[in-house]
């Protein structure tokens, strides 16, 4: 479903299955990861590195604990407007030139955005790391900020916008959904800022925000890939050590959401819509919120629910009833603050968005009332675990796994006993969170329709 297609579960794996079998991640380091290592520079810097002698190449990350949710009211997209202008020009190099440098030695580059942080990366052979290094030191502190410059990138994501958003039904919907679902909380307003505020960024708000959070003391570095410790620390001292502590900031605390009360719907009627869809949200703990075991249980009931061609949803709607195209189910816990739960489904020629709908709120309302099997719950454990290991032979997915834990008020602790959490929940605990949290009246349905059509 377009709407949440770019939800991604969050992702705590720290072991690998051979034949069937869980073994721990030490015996990992036979197939070349060695022991993770963390440790603070002076002036507050974060930095993790993930060995991995696989391959001769290392995946080098930057991470601010900043992102849209943490924007003054009045400014949004400020935080996603900085992230480009992070590739313009500092007051050592010339714009473009930390770009040619990464495709000269044919590397890769990019950043992104989210609600609780915004991230800088670049995959290079190990002997260009103390050079990325020295550009994103640089670009943390020496941004060359004038007016032409905000102007210029304002129009263009201005544009992006349009392209990304305006121009897209599904992104429409979820932008008022994401509105509705949060009545306090500034997850409900979009990571890339509303138009009528993104037009009113100016140099002042960008240069407030760079000299807030763009500070050594409010980064993680996360360096993954043919490297060892000891060269990180020597290579981040004499880069990064070199920049000036920051202020230190104050706790992250955010407007708290009120109880929610009302079941509440939003419908979107477009004439570009192929096909229709619906999903229905919750307001859910993420891991950062949740009490001990809550979270394992939601990201397990979301696999049991709706987390692959086995699961309930999919085996009932598509499957078995044959009244739907796709079903499933999201749980996006990597948050600094509650998150949401969600179920979706597109039905099939011929079949009502309403009977489909009806369908999977009866698979929701099945495990809230009895709950789910030992077998299944057995099953889905050792399924979640095979979906998301994979990550353990990507680097790049080791540092953002790593790093989004962090910068959202996560330990290392936290991923290394991940596992033994989920190995821990119980067929009772799902049931649980499935009776506690996914209630219809407590909910936001969303529908995403042609223009000849009605939800119901």
């Avoid at 900031?249 to 708290?256: F, K, N, S, T, Y």
Wanted: hydrophobic share 40%; glycine share 6%; aromatic share 8%.
């Amino acid at each position: 479903m377009t709407m949440l297609a770019a939800r991604l579960r969050s992702c705590f794996v720290v072991l690998v299955l051979v034949a069937g079998s869980v073994i721990p991640a030490a015996a990992e380091q036979k197939a070349g990861q060695a022991d993770i290592t963390d440790f603070t520079l002076a002036n507050g810097m974060q930095v993790v590195v993930i060995p991995d002698r696989r391959a001769p190449i290392v995946t080098h990350m930057v991470w601010y604990k900043v992102g849209s949710a943490d924007e003054p009211p009045g400014k949004s997209g400020i935080a996603h407007f900085f992230e480009h202008l992070m590739f313009k020009a500092t007051k050592t190099y010339p714009e473009g030139a930390f770009d040619k440098a990464i495709a000269a030695i044919g590397g890769s580059n990019n950043a992104f955005t989210s609600y609780d942080y915004t991230a800088f990366y670049e995959t290079v052979p190990p002997a260009a790391l103390g050079e990325m290094m020295a550009f994103e030191a640089d670009r943390m502190r020496n941004l060359i900020l004038d007016d032409k410059t905000i102007v210029t990138e304002r129009d263009v994501i201005l544009e992006e916008r349009r392209a990304r958003v305006d121009n897209d039904p599904g992104s429409l919907l979820e932008e008022e959904v994401d509105a509705t679902l949060w009545q306090n909380q500034p997850y409900r307003i979009p990571v890339i800022g509303w138009k009528q505020e993104i037009e009113k960024l100016d140099r002042a708000d960008a240069l407030t925000f760079y000299d807030h959070y763009y500070r050594p003391n409010n980064a993680i570095l996360v360096v993954a890939g043919d490297v060892d410790a000891e060269t990180v620390r020597a290579l981040a001292e004499k880069s990064y050590g070199k920049l000036e502590r920051g202020p230190d900031l104050p706790p992250r605390i955010r407007p708290v959401e009120p109880e929610q009360n009302s079941r509440r719907t939003v419908t979107l009627t477009d004439a570009r819509v192929g096909e229709p869809s619906f999903s229905t949200q919750w307001v859910v703990p993420s891991y950062h919120t949740a009490k001990p075991g809550e979270a394992e249980a939601l990201d397990l009931l979301s696999e049991i629910l709706g987390g692959g061609p086995r699961s309930r949803l999919y085996q009932e709607l598509v499957v078995r009833k044959k009244i739907a195209t796709s079903a499933g189910a999201s749980f996006q816990g990597n948050m600094l603050d509650d998150t949401n739960f969600a179920v979706y489904a597109e039905p099939r020629d011929g079949n009502s968005v309403a009977d489909v709908e009806a369908a999977a709120n009866a698979e929701v309302a099945r495990i809230a009332t009895g709950g789910v099997t030992e077998e299944e719950l057995d099953r889905a454990k050792d399924r979640f675990i095979r979906s998301t290991v994979f990550a353990r032979d990507r680097q790049d997915a080791m540092a953002n796994m790593y790093g989004a834990t962090l910068a959202t008020g996560g330990t290392i602790e936290d991923i290394t006993g991940w596992p033994d959490r989920i190995a821990k929940v119980t067929a009772d605990q799902i049931k649980t969170a499935a009776a506690r949290y996914l209630v219809p009246d407590r909910s936001v349905t969303g529908y995403l329709l042609p223009k000849t059509q009605v939800a119901n």
